[in-house]
């Protein structure tokens, strides 16, 4: 019941596409969901955070959408850009658990110029 | 990175030794926390602290220990009974909700 599942494992687009990765869980007690980016051999970054409130969370090109009902929140990257090449990290926290993140496997991300 | 101190980056040890994997903050944040990352894998929580002289072990810590004598300072120990230490290690701080992460140090035991 902890777990996340992220989906696809890896992604190639094409510069100037649009990057989708998506992340479902089963804890209904999940109350913030963030994005990480991981650039090789660094600590993960936030990117991006959605509460359940909203269904939709933008900040520049990145988008967080979610579905409460389905369980499931994804990430778009517009307009990707070679420099967005990185694997990224859905998570899942539970402010009643002191904040302990659950993590997504990780989706390798590559952006062809 | 921002207020994240992880240090050596790159730590060698022979198979039976204990090693100790520094993390400091200057961030003022109560909450810390070690993550375990192995290639392929997302991260797994090995011990978390909620405020000094206080610790709580995670999904895996087994072979792991910690303290949390100063709110700036989360050491992680790596003790010979972890059986599979090689691995990248990610100390956390927590404001509110998010999460910051260090830079992380890369054991490797032989």
């Known amino acids: 019941q902890q777990q996340v599942k992220q989906s696809p494992q890896s992604l190639i687009v094409q510069k100037g596409g649009i990057s989708i990765i998506n992340c479902a869980y089963e804890n209904t007690a999940f109350d913030y969901f963030p994005w990480y980016q991981q650039f090789p051999g660094k600590g993960p970054a936030l990117l991006i955070a959605i509460r359940p409130d909203v269904s939709e969370k933008k900040e520049g090109r990145f988008t967080i959408s979610f579905n409460k009902s389905a369980k499931q929140f994804s990430l778009h990257i517009m307009d990707s850009q070679p420099g967005d090449s990185a694997t990224y990290f859905c998570?899942?926290?539970?402010?009643?658990?002191?904040?302990?993140?659950?993590f997504g496997q990780g989706t390798i991300l590559t952006v062809h110029p | 990175d921002g207020g994240i101190t992880q240090s050596p980056k790159y730590l060698f040890r022979k198979e039976g030794q204990n090693v100790t994997l520094s993390c400091e903050q200057n961030?003022?944040?109560?909450?810390m926390y070690w993550y375990r990352q192995d290639p392929g894998q997302g991260l797994r929580l090995i011990y978390y602290?909620?405020?000094?002289?206080?610790?709580q072990k995670g999904d895996i810590a087994e072979g792991y220990s910690v303290s949390r004598e100063k709110k700036e300072s989360f050491p992680l120990t790596v003790t010979s009974a972890q059986k599979n230490p090689t691995a990248f290690y990610l100390c956390?701080?927590?404001?509110?909700?998010?999460?910051?992460f260090g830079p992380g140090t890369r054991l490797t035991v032989t």
């Open positions: 961030l003022n944040h109560d909450a």
């Open positions: 998570a899942a926290s539970n402010r009643a658990s002191y904040g302990k993140l659950t």
């Open positions: 956390a701080t927590r404001d509110i909700y998010e999460q910051y």
């Open positions: 602290s909620q405020i000094v002289n206080d610790f």
